[in-house]
C-alpha cells in the first residue's frame, strides 16, 4: 500500500515540479499546485487521513483537483481517490492568503468493495514564499445508501504543505 501512495504522488507531483523547472512563463508556472496533507479524521478511534494531489487551473481560475490518499488504522487504512473542479478566489491573487472551493467525486478502493461520495469543502493556502505555504482545508465526505436511507458524513480539517 505504502509503494502504491509513492507511485501516485509521484504521478501526481510531477506535473507541478516540472512546470516549476522554467522561469520564463510564470502565469503557467501558476497553473498548477501540488499538495501534501494530514488530518486526524477520528484521532480518538486512531482514523487517520494523509495524501496528496495537484491542482490544475484551465479556465479563468477554475481549476481540476485530483488527490490519492489513504484514510484508517495504520494497520488496514482504505485508500481514496479524489477528483472534482475547483476555484480559488482570484481577488485574493496578490495577496499571500488564497481561499479556495472545491467538490466532486470520491472512490474508495483496497480493503473493501469500495464505495461512491461525493465531497465538498474549502479552505485557504498561506504562501510563505513564491512557491511554498501552507494549506489548511475543510471536507466532507458524504455517502448515500439508497437501499437502508441512510446518509453518512465524513467531515475532516487538513493540514499541509502546498507547492507552485
Request: net charge positive.
Amino acid at each position: 500500500m505504502k509503494s502504491l501512495i509513492a507511485v501516485a504522488l509521484l504521478i501526481f507531483m510531477a506535473p507541478v515540479v516540472g512546470s516549476a523547472q522554467s522561469a520564463h512563463n510564470s502565469a503557467v508556472q501558476d497553473r498548477a499546485q501540488g499538495y501534501l496533507f494530514f488530518s486526524d479524521v477520528h484521532a480518538h478511534y486512531g482514523i487517520f487521513h494523509v495524501g496528496g494531489g495537484a491542482d490544475f487551473r484551465v479556465f479563468k481560475g477554475l481549476g481540476i483537483n485530483s488527490e490519492v490518499g489513504v484514510m484508517g488504522r495504520l494497520a488496514d487504512g482504505e485508500g481514496l481517490f479524489s477528483i472534482g473542479p475547483s476555484y480559488p478566489f482570484m481577488g485574493a491573487r496578490k495577496s499571500k492568503l488564497e481561499p479556495f472551493v472545491d467538490g466532486g467525486y470520491t472512490r474508495t478502493f483496497a480493503g473493501s468493495p469500495g464505495s461512491q461520495n461525493l465531497f465538498f469543502g474549502g479552505g485557504i493556502n498561506y504562501w510563505f514564499f513564491k512557491r511554498v505555504g501552507l494549506r489548511v482545508d475543510f471536507r466532507d465526505y458524504v455517502n448515500h445508501y439508497g437501499r437502508i436511507g441512510l446518509t453518512a458524513s465524513s467531515p475532516e480539517i487538513r493540514i499541509g504543505i502546498v507547492l507552485r
